[in-house]
């Protein structure tokens, strides 16, 4: 914390005599520092990282260390729990191949729809040894339905976590740099 000090005209004072290694002092009291803005700007979003904003950073870091940044930083549970469905030859998602047939959700982001951090938790019912009391055509519909509530960027991301293919859309973004990045072995489950 700063002290500023001020003259009798409300002035802010000389620093002379004062660390001055410090952040600079502010010119009025109501005005923010950089940290501060920083802080206002880091807790100003109300929702955590879109899975496909993460995907994009992934897509868009230069090198391998900058994308195992990028996962690292972002690891969640939902996030280990989508990218193992995209990536574990293990996991058989019990819907159609390609493109599904949905309205995109296109309302802005932060608004009327849902996100994949707090869908994910359902995905096991569209898995094989998931909900096995679910008709196919139940499970198609409630997939629809999970897609059209996700915004049409994370829907898209959805779909190719579910044709497992991230890495068509998502350049560099593959089950070797998520295995590493989440300390996996090759059956997708942490080392012991």
């Known amino acids: 914390m700063a002290i500023i000090?001020?003259?009798p005209d409300g002035t802010i004072a000389s620093q002379e005599g004062f660390n001055t290694q410090q952040e600079p002092t502010q010119s009025h009291p109501a005005l923010a520092n950089r940290r501060?803005?920083?802080?206002?700007?880091?807790?100003?979003?109300?929702?955590p990282p879109l899975m496909s904003e993460i995907a994009m950073k992934v897509n868009n870091a230069k090198d391998k260390p900058r994308k195992l940044k990028v996962l690292k930083d972002n690891d969640?549970?939902?996030?280990?729990?989508?990218l193992k469905g995209a990536f574990d030859p293990n996991i058989e998602w019990l819907l159609p191949k390609g493109d599904v047939p949905f309205t995109p959700n296109d309302a802005p982001i932060g608004t009327e729809h849902t996100i994949l951090q707090q869908e994910a938790k359902r995905?096991?019912?569209?898995?094989?040894?998931?909900?096995?009391?679910?008709?196919?055509n139940k499970r198609e519909t409630l997939f629809v339905q999970m897609l059209e509530g996700l915004s049409a960027e994370e829907a898209e991301f959805l779909v190719a976590v579910v044709n497992k293919k991230i890495n068509n859309k998502y350049k560099g973004f593959t089950g070797n740099l998520v295995k590493e990045a989440f300390g996996w072995d090759d059956n997708f489950m942490k080392k012991e």
Not at 36 to 47: E, H, Q, S, V, Y
Not at 76 to 82: E, G
Not at 123 to 136: I, N, R
């Open 5 to 7: 000090r001020r003259n």
């Open 36 to 47: 501060g803005m920083k802080a206002m700007a880091d807790a100003g979003r109300a929702i």
């Open 76 to 82: 969640s549970v939902a996030l280990r729990q989508v």
């Open 123 to 136: 995905l096991y019912m569209f898995t094989k040894g998931g909900e096995g009391s679910l008709t196919q």
